[in-house]
């Protein structure tokens, strides 16, 4: 009888031919699995890095585009009529976007009171592309209005 134990302790306690087999299969079918969560999150952190970063060229590109004044309208009213120089405002927003060195497709509107960039890319997948998706469209707007003077108080 203590033979018996002595035995059934070393099944219980090792792993049979039959439980690493199972241990196999296991990995080779959540092996993909694990792979494509990787790779998912890989080229998500990607795309919403390269979001972020359009995003605040697009914001910046508004706000030095909202900064062009037209000084002749303002002198003539002695300050009271704040508008865009148009012109200039799309100028130095598309100036500004071409600086910064990146493949970007971009849309400038300029109105008397505002400015609204749109910038846009395309950013290549590493896994997605074993999905048939080489690229993805990324795009960013931002719109930046005419301000000037003291607008509120501090409190």
Excluded: C, K
Aim: glycine share 10%; proline share 3%; net charge neutral.
């Amino acid at each position: 009888m203590s033979g018996d134990s002595a035995g059934q302790g070393m099944r219980l306690g090792g792993a049979s031919a039959g439980q690493r087999g199972q241990a196999i299969v296991w990995v080779v079918v959540m092996l993909p699995l694990f792979l494509s969560v990787i790779g998912l999150a890989i080229d998500g952190g990607v795309v919403f890095n390269t979001r972020r970063a359009l995003q605040n060229v697009a914001d910046a590109a508004a706000r030095a585009g909202a900064m062009q004044i037209d000084q002749q309208v303002y002198r003539e009213t002695s300050g009271a009529t704040v508008v865009l120089d148009t012109a200039s405002a799309r100028d130095v927003a598309a100036a500004y976007i071409g600086d910064q060195g990146l493949d970007l497709s971009a849309s400038i509107t300029a109105e008397p009171r505002r400015v609204v960039v749109q910038v846009a890319r395309e950013v290549p997948t590493s896994f997605l592309r074993l999905m048939g998706l080489r690229t993805v469209q990324i795009s960013a707007t931002a719109p930046a209005e005419v301000r000037h003077g003291i607008e509120q108080g501090i409190r």
